[in-house]
């Protein structure tokens, strides 16, 4: 573009010094240079600072690392790569028997625990009964102790058979206490609960879910609607479920979003709603249409996050730039524009709009040289 401007200003100096006769010589040479430098000058920083520029923009699109919810050998992948996929359908198999055998040892287990539940209310139930025994019988040898005492006094009976009539009362209030004591514990085992459910049931219970879960997540599906990128997997090999060891790639079926990164020094002109045009390197000689829909929102050099170490400016690399969401308005889809393409941007303000014109001759000329280009030659 100065080139342009250059000898656009040079013929027009031209033809200002024929037609208007301006004699040539040392001054008015200086003053034809010096203006046009200033000019020139003027018009460039104009542009560059109402109407802002980017080489770096690039359409993102997300992806989700697939890792098991449980460890084991593979056992089948029937997903092929690049292939669409619907929700649900199986990314591949991990062996399944160590968790069958989990579910069945639950079962077993819960079965059990239901049986010994049944058993601690029948036992429950006879040390009640067990128990109404012994009070009817200390109640009676109370009666009888009674009697003796009054007998005793009036020395209708023997001391000895007073005593006797003690000793079966003690005994039989000793074995009402015990009995009662039984039945307290064997109520309480029967009827430990927690929300209506016998607690040994209800933890067998719990359990026995958990390994229904992981039976279910030895399938592994696709979480959306997508593909999978360079499928590696393979039968035989061992998928660990660790967030750090993904097994494959998945790449959802959604528009990948528009984003460029401007400098700082165009802070001030970055406007939500502006008008904005981009060409593509995948594209060469044209140039899209777009509208930004967020702008500068942070810069991502100076994000905090939670470590042992205090912030040290200094490991800080690069200034950083203010990244600007745009929205494409026209349909690129008649166009193989593969997510993570290129792209470079200008952003046209209301700010000396008149200067827009020279930032569209300049992108429209970028767009041309993207012809030019050679690998290996």
Not at 36 to 61: D, E, K, S, V
């Amino acid at each position: 573009m100065d080139l342009l401007l250059i000898l656009t200003y040079a013929a027009f100096a031209y033809g200002a010094f024929r037609l208007f006769k301006i004699p040539v010589n040392g001054f008015t040479l200086l003053t034809a240079v010096l203006g046009g430098a200033a000019l020139i000058g003027a018009l460039l920083l104009g542009m560059n600072y109402n109407h802002p520029f980017t080489r770096q923009a690039r359409f993102y699109f997300n992806t989700t690392p697939i890792v098991p919810g449980v460890s084991g050998v593979v056992t089948e992948v029937p997903v092929q790569s690049n292939t669409v996929l619907k929700t649900g359908d199986v990314l591949f198999r991990i062996d399944p028997q160590p968790f069958e055998n989990a579910v069945k040892a639950k079962e077993a287990a819960l079965a059990d625990a239901l049986q010994v539940t049944h058993q601690l209310r029948a036992t429950a139930d006879a040390a009640q009964k067990k128990l109404e025994s012994a009070l009817a019988d200390r109640d009676g040898a109370r009666d009888v102790f009674e009697r003796s005492k009054k007998l005793l006094e009036t020395g209708a009976i023997a001391q000895i058979q007073f005593e006797r009539a003690k000793n079966n009362f003690n005994a039989a209030e000793a074995t009402a206490q015990s009995a009662k004591s039984e039945a307290d514990r064997a109520l309480l085992e029967a009827e430990a609960v927690v929300k209506g459910v016998n607690t040994d049931v209800a933890r067998l219970q719990a359990e026995l879910d958990t390994a229904k879960f992981n039976l279910e997540q030895s399938v592994v599906r696709a979480p959306t609607d997508g593909t999978v990128q360079q499928n590696f997997l393979r039968p035989g090999m061992y998928a660990a479920s660790m967030p750090l060891r993904p097994v494959m790639i998945f790449l959802h079926d959604e528009k990948p979003k528009f984003a460029a990164a401007f400098l700082q020094n165009s802070a001030q002109r970055i406007e939500e709603g502006s008008e904005a045009e981009f060409i593509l390197s995948a594209v060469p000689g044209r140039f899209f249409k777009g509208k930004i829909v967020m702008g500068g929102a942070y810069i991502p050099q100076g994000q905090l996050q939670p470590s042992g170490n205090l912030v040290d400016p200094e490991q800080i690399k690069g200034e950083g730039r203010i990244l600007v969401v745009i929205q494409p308005e026209e349909d690129l889809s008649k166009y193989l524009i593969v997510p993570g393409s290129t792209a470079e941007v200008a952003v046209y303000t209301h700010h000396m709009h008149h200067l827009a014109i020279m930032r569209k001759v300049l992108l429209r000329m970028k767009s041309w040289t993207n012809f030019i280009f050679g690998e290996g030659h």
